[in-house]
């Protein structure tokens, strides 16, 4: 972090002085923003809906039993309460497993599509800073800058190019 931090001061510096051009992109908007990103991302979130609706389900059926077993306590055998009670146990802890397994699955997804956009954009962030002159272009969260960095101008922000960029690059598949 101090040798970010140093490499950072010191490119600044350049800049300011007039003897270096620097630029940031969000990448993680980048990411999102693009027609591919978009797409991708809607996919992602379709597939998080199906499992929240299976989760939903589960949880349903959970309380409908837990309901049924406070509702005919008296009624059930000893042995149909222990079953029913069984049966609860079991679908919480396939709840708890499933709700488990779909972050994991989720963030999988996600870092897949970071990586997957990440290895298209890295070139087109080369080419860009070649093509314009640029001497050094940085990736920003602006989620994060503000630890980092009291203020910016807008003006260095490459991120709209880089998405049209990607757009004219990678075009949407009809």
Do not use: H
């Not at 630029?23 to 923003?33: I, K, T």
Request: charged share 30%; aromatic share 10%; proline share 2%.
């Amino acid at each position: 972090m101090k040798r970010s931090m140093l490499l950072l001061f010191l490119i600044t510096s350049l800049s300011v002085c007039g003897l270096a051009k620097m630029g940031f992109v969000d990448s993680n908007r980048a990411f999102v923003e693009t027609a591919e990103g978009k797409a991708e991302m809607q996919k992602i979130k379709d597939w998080a809906t199906q499992q929240q609706d299976a989760i939903n389900a589960m949880k349903t059926e959970f309380n409908e039993k837990r309901q049924q077993l406070q509702s005919q306590q008296n009624m059930l055998s000893e042995a149909k309460k222990a079953a029913l009670a069984v049966e609860i146990d079991d679908l919480g802890t396939r709840i708890r497993r499933t709700e488990e397994d779909s972050q994991t699955e989720y963030e999988r997804r996600l870092n897949e599509f970071a990586r997957a956009m990440e290895k298209k954009f890295s070139p087109l962030f080369f080419r860009y800073a070649q093509d314009n002159g640029y001497d050094v272009v940085f990736y920003l969260n602006r989620q994060t800058v503000s630890q980092v960095i009291a203020y910016y101008s807008e003006e260095l922000d490459l991120t709209d190019e880089i998405i049209r960029l990607y757009n004219q690059t990678y075009p949407p598949a009809e």
